[in-house]
């Protein structure tokens, strides 16, 4: 079996911060090591389901937060960014299994984890296909274009709850509950627990029937804080204004959404 992993870290255990997840700050080393433990808990359960081929996706700013020197020899680990729309899942393709997604984080706009993004801190809010757009959306839904079922997700309880639904095979793991700048979160050994757990169960069921077929055509949606980049990304090709801070794009080519992220946000 072979499995892709793509690891963030405002969706682990405790990140509450900004300067947790900066890695010129204080802080940051206890939020990469958790980072780091939980993508080994993920490992730990794929190998237990039978995964001999496994490949990690550093996925969170520079792509360097991951401990290398922790992982088996079944894992290689991809690092940096290459500027492949496929971003956080560049490296999928068709030969692989089954996607996880570990440590990630309520979209644009929602209140549950501090740290609630997509892809920056430009956005107040984004819908694709009127859904809450969450990294998770995005790249959950680059991986079924190439045919690979997401089977876990572990993050913020706002984004498992808001995601459950879009993959029938998805098994969620939640691992801090939140409120504006407040986190209740679990603690980091149950957390890791939870998702070995998870992980294994995951990739235990029939994968065939955990895949999704795309939609035909994407309505893509970004609302931004400051007029003034609704009005700059608007003149990116594809796109076109609908109010003073909002644009769209409409689309039958799923791939036009993922390039499009990586220049307007």
């Not at 997509?118 to 984004?126: N, Q, R, V």
Request: hydrophobic letters at 40%; proline letters at 5%; a negative charge.
């Amino acid at each position: 079996m072979k499995v892709f992993i793509s690891a963030d870290i405002e969706g682990t255990a405790f990140t509450t911060y900004w300067e947790e997840t900066e890695k010129d700050k204080g802080t940051y080393m206890r939020a990469a090591a958790e980072m780091t433990r939980e993508v080994r808990a993920a490992i730990d359960g794929a190998v237990a389901a039978g995964a001999t081929e496994i490949v990690v996706n550093d996925a969170h700013d520079f792509g360097i937060n991951l401990d290398p020197n922790v992982m088996p020899e079944c894992v290689q680990l991809i690092r940096g960014w290459s500027g492949n729309p496929l971003s956080m899942v560049e490296g999928i393709d068709e030969s692989f299994d089954a996607a996880m997604f570990v440590g990630w984080h309520s979209p644009a706009g929602k209140k549950e984890n501090p740290l609630s993004h997509t892809m920056s801190t430009k956005p107040a809010k984004m819908t694709l296909n009127g859904i809450p757009c969450s990294e998770f959306l995005l790249y959950s839904w680059a991986c079924a274009m190439k045919g690979v079922p997401s089977v876990l997700l572990t993050g913020d309880k706002g984004l498992t709850e808001l995601s459950a639904s879009l993959h029938p095979g998805l098994e969620t793991v939640w691992v801090k509950d939140g409120l504006g700048g407040m986190t209740r979160c679990k603690a980091p050994a149950l957390v890791e627990k939870e998702i070995r757990a998870a992980s294994e169960k995951a990739l235990s069921q029939d994968l065939t029937k955990a895949r999704i077929t795309l939609p035909n055509s994407f309505d893509f949606r970004i609302t931004y804080k400051e007029v003034r980049m609704a009005v700059k990304n608007s003149f990116f090709p594809g796109f076109s204004m609908v109010s003073d801070d909002t644009i769209v794009m409409q689309t039958r080519n799923y791939w036009d959404v993922l390039t499009a992220c990586k220049f307007v946000l």
